[in-house]
């Protein structure tokens, strides 16, 4: 299902080469303002540019085309699309013998029985984020004033990001990275025990982004090398603050009021200059070959808005469920 | 919402210290053979008994109110209940002006104004997971010829895990750990780009055990710090096999045919036998208490069986979707 | 999918000669009085004993398994079952070969390829009914002070209620009969445009009743018949008041604080004395038979309160969508 | 919410004077030959120009967004929109103090808190029709070789219809109608017994339609006169051909595999030419008005085309899940 959400629900559509991509917002109250402007800021923030990302540049202005009259939301679904302008969709033709590896080209194919949109990864392109980062501006408006934050905090392994890079530009490779997030404001009670904590909420919209290999709150993989008695946040006060935040502010699967915070694996952009080996279809061999197209050498670097957005949908649907 | 699923969905409801604990399995197929001894051997694996584990125990018996007949699955919604037999509430009155620190006794209470059931933390409690256990041995048959396999693989930091388990019980202190979860057999095809990803859904169900505070696939947060080149599993044949796994059996959302593979981050024992500080309602003031009552020293014990459940049903639910 | 609602969330289950039938209750705010007695007068309205009804008693004793504490809603899932004590399965052993007409006997045995369970209806049986009464009562709290009100206003094609079924005895072949519902101190806005509407959403709900076959609102099929001037219902005051209410309370999918009002149709008891036609299975060919068994000369004499269950569940999930 | 289905699942969005009004259809299988040809008979058949119909006239043109490459569908989010060009908004200005009687411009007014888009129904409009029919032809080809067929059989109460429609125009006042739906072709099965009925999800997607107000399957209210040994529809063959079809081709909420068949009232069009009487905010009282603007004498006369796609949208769902 292409959809999340019980109340703020988005529903994401498009192909990286097809028309346009879009985002439908459905269940967002209304009289919020919103103008096209308001994209700016994130839309900017995503895009392609600085060394390590793709030469591919696309103006991604969105086009509203629903939802908002009179620079207020409706109540009514918000659509929103990007044209896709600067499309090479000759780059993947030679793609279809060679599946690369680490991408979705194989199951995709497979699942779809031949039928799916395969230039530039079609339906599962990093190029839809830009949908993801346009709902979660609407997201971020409904959620304040509490702020969710975002920051690449290590690059291959490095946390002096521009060395990192510049060493991935260096041996023309592909790296991966961890982006930190956090949200400050959030009210306590948002999730339910079990099927819906915030974990599990957080962490199904967390995974919808590409590239994505692992999640953890608070303390996480760490906080299983800690003891009970120092692993435990101490209560401080009447209203629930805690000494300590190894919980990452969500305890039996409800946020308690504390920052939120969690750790977000990415792994190395699938699409490196290296060359690499992969099953040719055409030869019924395994063959060397190399990544045509553009492609970002650390992806992560591109993650934070994305992550933001993710977060601030899925906090936006837990905060109107609750209201 | 305390319901997980599309297709295969399971519906859990009970308190610690309730008549019973239940859950509803509704959309499983007709026709698959079930009986109470079916279950025995999965509830034995979470029992309480070993050192490091609760000193409460329960006969955990299932009584199986609907959806089976003569044997077999029938079609219909099957509920399996389990009458709660060992009670001792009055360990928790004490509790009401001292919410215990990592556990959910504060939000709940705060969530719902007062109103929860709070011995032995009602429904928050690790006993449900006795109904997840249940619910996982009929996804296990839904999944069949699949195998989910999960096992702890590290305890308080330790990869001996008796030698772990013997420190805490020492030290009169709670630990946590690492659980491996794997799956083998699984089709190429299960998940959806963006929302419905593998990860998303697995790892939505993986929060919703008590206790996870991280999930990592394939490589995980170790990948981050490797080059595309090392990272990237090259296919090697026309079934989609990879020479290697980073991916954990998922590339873009959606398995490739592989071995699953995740890991989980399982934290301390909330309730440890240390004494720890908290905030007590009623002098208004941070004050130190011990926690009273049977728990486990390092809950990481009784995790895989519940995880294995989880998983069960994160992929009975993507199995049935795609068939 | 067994399920109803998207805050208010309803899940049935159960058989008719199962060890029990039941219903969980997802959604239900917090502090909500609720104590076994209140459910006495609706579980007494459906049951059976008048003239025309089965003479099948159950005690119907609700059992409350979970989500109510101390006198009130948790709100944590409240699941109530009705265990089966009254059951006599040999009358259903005969009806193997010879799927009654009007019946959901022939359809349950291919749909779920002979795995259901066929006693009594299993699953489909009428006797699930007295779940949804449970549940009824349960969501009329949650919508007080609003009141839905449902009652039997003609039976056997006669306003004389109690002629046709002293008719239907004498004549010893069973009838239908429509029943008027209507709720009044709804607020204005409940119910979405398109999908959701008021009218889609108590109509999902009212089909989940077994025997119902149609439903109208406001003037209905006889308002089909009107002219523009007459059907539209004037605003006279700044609340939305009309002066006629030949649209039941619904504009646009959405009510409008008028009177909520709509019929349904209730069809024949399928289970009739008279002697009927059917296909035998064994002999493979159309036979004469008699329906034994239990059963209701007019369903319709017991549809009021589960009509009155089915309205006051979909709008208490309405209301608390838009609260 | 403004979805429906859990497998085949469409989401509208639009308003009738924004920029575009569209449709997402989620969940339709890949490899589904699909071209914008295959629109233009349904889009045709909705469109105004009879007598009777609204003289404002759209292209109709359906964009197809996503979801379709080289000629067939790819299992990815189909998304179909239609420009808006021939708005006249002006005309809906002075409609802000007096609210239309029968329309939903007053709820939509105070549910949205004033900031719904009002122009010509905004999202409410039955401009979004278009949208149901083009998600209706996609439907239809999922259901085939099963057919869905609507026509009007009653205008104003008379069966001759062209009459009718011609008295309406003598007369300057809108009419209402009914309209008749079956389907051939379907499998036994489909449909779930309680929530998830035939006649819930067939009748949840019916209301969705603007100015619906009732809906009876088989006999109907009709049938709640007859008896049950008439009602009752005996097999005739093991296959389940019944005799009669009273029942409209459902037993117990599951179709039997004969003829679906169902008859929906569409009241007269709201927006009559005749004076009306309605509340004006801006004098505080109540006052004669006439509705300006373009509009149907007979709405009912451009509903069979809808009916069939909502109807084919129903039936797609329950088939893929079946399936």
Chains 1, 2, 3, 4 share one sequence.
Not at 250 to 256: M, R, S, Y
Request: hydrophobic letters at 40%; one cysteine or more; charged letters at 20%.
């Amino acid at each position: 299902m292409n959809s999340f959400g019980r109340i703020f629900r988005v529903s994401i559509f498009g192909e990286s080469h097809g028309p346009a991509v879009g985002i439908t917002i459905d269940g967002c109250p209304a009289g919020i303002a919103l103008t096209i402007d308001d994209f700016t800021a994130d839309l900017e923030r995503r895009k392609a540019g600085a060394a390590g990302t793709t030469p591919r540049k696309e103006d991604d202005i969105p086009e509203i085309l629903s939802g908002v009259f009179n620079g207020y939301t409706t109540g009514a679904p918000i659509t929103i699309i990007f044209r896709n302008n600067n499309t090479r969709s000759a780059d993947y033709d030679a793609l279809k013998a060679t599946p690369r590896p680490g991408h979705a080209d194989f199951v995709l194919h497979e699942k779809f029985k031949g039928y799916n949109d395969y230039r530039g990864g079609g339906h599962s392109s990093g190029r839809l984020t830009v949908c993801l980062v346009a709902a979660g501006v609407v997201a971020k408006k409904v959620i304040a004033p509490s702020i969710v934050n975002a920051k690449l905090v290590e690059a291959g392994g490095n946390t002096d990001i521009e060395a990192a890079i510049q060493k991935a530009v260096d041996e023309q490779d592909s790296i991966g990275g961890i982006v930190s997030v956090s949200a400050t404001g959030l009210p306590l009670g948002l999730g339910e025990p079990f099927f819906d904590s915030a974990e599990s909420l957080i962490s199904h919209m967390i995974f919808a982004v590409p590239a994505i290999k692992g999640i953890e709150f608070g303390a996480g993989f760490a906080g299983t090398k800690m003891k009970g008695s120092e692993h435990n946040d101490a209560f401080i006060d009447k209203n629930g603050t805690t000494r300590t935040n190894h919980a990452g502010g969500i305890n039996g699967g409800i946020t308690n009021g504390n920052e939120l915070h969690f750790r977000i694996a990415v792994k190395p952009t699938s699409s490196t200059p290296k060359e690499q080996q992969t099953w040719n279809k055409e030869t019924q061999s395994v063959e060397t070959f190399t990544v045509k197209g553009r492609h970002d050498l650390c992806i992560a670097l591109r993650v934070p808005v994305v992550a933001e957005a993710a977060t601030a949908i899925a906090l936006a649907d837990m905060l109107l469920l609750k209201a």
